[in-house]
């Protein structure tokens, strides 16, 4: 298993960036794939973008060219740098790990309990 910890959200003016982070309890060199994912209030959770084990990463469209995710192994960390900030970018982002290399994981994978974006003028 993997306990995963969300940091780095708070509030910031349109136009802003923040800088999210994932901390995982066990070496992220071990996990096949990880994602970063969003809810607002409402509304289902959104996948936002991930990282595979080999370092290819992906977005969703309404995110590309503002956001980038990495993975610092050295600190089995997950990251999201976040720029150009919208206020449609307000909502809980969650922390997701799918494909422990070398054990049997759910379907769905492991969820940090989120941290809190709020982009307002």
């Known amino acids: 298993q993997v306990q995963l910890v969300e940091s780095g959200g708070g509030l910031v003016q349109p136009g802003g960036s923040l800088r999210l982070s994932c901390a995982a309890s066990?070496?992220?060199?071990?996990?096949?794939?990880m994602n970063w994912y969003r809810q607002a209030p409402g509304k289902e959770r959104e996948w936002v973008a991930g990282i595979t084990r080999g370092g290819i990463a992906s977005y969703v469209d309404s995110v590309k060219g503002r956001f980038t995710i990495s993975r610092d192994n050295a600190n089995n960390t997950l990251l999201l740098q976040m720029n150009s900030l919208k206020p449609d970018d307000t909502a809980v982002y969650y922390c997701?790990?799918?494909?422990?290399?070398?054990?049997?994981?759910?379907?769905?994978?492991?969820w940090g309990q989120g941290t809190q974006v709020t982009v307002s003028s």
């Open positions: 066990r070496n992220i060199f071990s996990i096949n794939a």
């Open positions: 997701n790990a799918r494909g422990l290399i070398g054990t049997v994981s759910p379907v769905s994978g492991y």
